[in-house]
């Protein structure tokens, strides 16, 4: 299904520093990304702030609204090793309007084409599915 939503021009220059850390984006863990005002085009909504981690990008997410997001995960595999792996989070709760969540489900794959290098993506609906231990953490542990 076409939306004919498309990104922003910043989008994919921005998201490969930040997959790189270069310059600004050394030591940013998320970056998030929402519809513009008119539904037609995906902007950035937020940078996160250099040294924030896992739990502060959840709490930047609306309790009422969508947005996506890539997300530099670091985890310790099985072995003992640190390692981070680069995820793309789709946040749609089920409290969000109808219109909002049919959006942003049939406009993912416009902005997941622009962050080359992510392989892995997660679909939440609600805070439960944001759970570290229980849902992210085994998710991208299968791609070690």
């Not at 930047?60 to 072995?79: G, K, M, Q, W």
Request: glycine share 4%; proline share 3%.
């Amino acid at each position: 299904m076409s939306t004919g939503v498309t990104c922003a021009p910043d989008i994919a220059e921005t998201f490969e520093s930040f997959k790189l850390q270069k310059a600004e984006y050394k030591g940013v863990t998320f970056i998030t990304y929402k519809m513009n005002d008119s539904n037609s085009e995906i902007v950035i909504d937020k940078v996160g702030e250099i040294g924030q981690k896992y739990d502060d990008f959840v709490a930047c997410l609306p309790e009422n609204d969508c947005r996506y997001a890539a997300v530099d995960i670091h985890f310790s595999t099985n072995d003992g090793r640190d390692t981070s792996k680069l995820v793309f989070v789709t946040w749609i709760p089920d409290s969000a309007r109808v219109k909002a969540k049919m959006l942003y489900a049939a406009s993912k794959k416009v902005l997941h084409s622009e962050l080359t290098g992510i392989g892995i993506m997660i679909n939440c609906n609600d805070y439960s599915d944001l759970d570290f231990e229980s849902c992210i953490k085994p998710e991208v542990m299968k791609f070690v």
